[in-house]
């Protein structure tokens, strides 16, 4: 038998991830078995210990494969928009957010998991910390950004750029919830750039409408 190349066994990682973020969708994380994936995989459950020690670390391992992108490409977004206004950067990033979650079906799906079919108990309970730094990190992302803002003059007087941050980050986690759970569209998800954008505009100096 013929050894496998390290894509050979890059691809098998990928196959177990893709499987996992399927079955998670259908059945819920909890509900979840390891030998499913596996069957979903077309490998053997052994192929999974060889790849992850356990569910968990295959769920982190789904939840960066988006999120890590998705981080970098809202950082882009931060500074590139306008270098003059950073809360339009915080703007964009929020709106790329709801774009990557209408367009991008992995995306979607991996938020969906995340969001609505996952219980942090048990074997999971550990996990929602690793979910939380992710959180964290675009927290000190946002606050760098209303620093900035405040520096320039732009940010709406007696704001803090922390407390701004954390309120901009629960606003944009709530929206996601939402948005996902509105599956019709009647609620959230029509209203969800205007959303946006009235959030942002309530942190200038001088109140846009």
Same mark, same amino acid.
């Given at each position: 038998?013929?050894? @496998?190349?390290?894509?050979?066994?890059?691809?098998?990682?990928?196959?177990?991830?893709?499987? !996992?973020?399927?079955?998670?969708?259908?059945?819920?994380?909890? $509900?979840?078995?390891?030998?499913?994936?596996?069957?979903?995989?077309?490998?053997?459950?052994?192929?999974?210990?060889?790849?992850?020690?356990? @569910?968990?670390?295959?769920?982190?391992?789904?939840?960066?494969?988006?999120?890590? #992108?998705?981080?970098?490409?809202?950082?882009?977004?931060?500074?590139?928009?306008?270098? $003059?206004? #950073?809360?339009?950067?915080?703007?964009?990033?929020? *709106?790329?957010?709801?774009?990557?979650?209408?367009?991008?079906?992995?995306?979607?799906?991996?938020?969906?998991?995340?969001?609505? @079919? /996952?219980?942090?108990?048990?074997?999971?309970?550990?996990?929602?910390? $690793?979910?939380?730094?992710?959180?964290?990190?675009?927290?000190?992302?946002?606050? $760098? !950004?209303?620093?900035?803002?405040?520096?320039?003059?732009?940010?709406?007087?007696?704001?803090? #750029? !922390?407390? /701004? !941050?954390?309120?901009?980050?629960?606003?944009?986690?709530?929206?996601? *919830?939402?948005?996902?759970?509105?599956?019709?569209?009647?609620?959230?998800?029509?209203?969800? *750039?205007?959303?946006?954008?009235? *959030?942002?505009?309530?942190?200038?100096?001088?109140?846009?409408?």
């Amino acid at each position: 038998m013929a050894r @496998k190349t390290k894509s050979d066994t890059e691809q098998t990682r990928q196959q177990l991830i893709a499987a !996992a973020r399927k079955v998670f969708a259908l059945r819920g994380v909890s $509900r979840t078995t390891l030998a499913q994936i596996a069957n979903e995989a077309g490998v053997t459950r052994g192929a999974i210990y060889w790849h992850f020690k356990n @569910k968990p670390d295959l769920f982190f391992a789904m939840l960066e494969q988006v999120s890590l #992108p998705m981080i970098h490409r809202i950082n882009e977004n931060l500074p590139a928009v306008d270098l $003059r206004d #950073p809360l339009r950067g915080i703007q964009a990033s929020m *709106h790329e957010i709801l774009r990557l979650m209408k367009e991008d079906e992995i995306a979607r799906t991996t938020f969906e998991i995340v969001v609505l @079919k /996952c219980e942090y108990v048990d074997e999971f309970a550990s996990l929602e910390s $690793r979910v939380i730094k992710t959180g964290c990190d675009f927290m000190q992302t946002l606050k $760098r !950004a209303y620093e900035e803002a405040r520096e320039q003059n732009l940010l709406r007087d007696g704001i803090d #750029p !922390a407390q /701004c !941050a954390m309120e901009s980050f629960v606003f944009i986690k709530g929206l996601i *919830h939402l948005w996902l759970s509105d599956v019709d569209g009647t609620i959230v998800r029509g209203k969800a *750039h205007s959303l946006i954008d009235a *959030h942002i505009a309530m942190r200038y100096k001088q109140v846009l409408y």
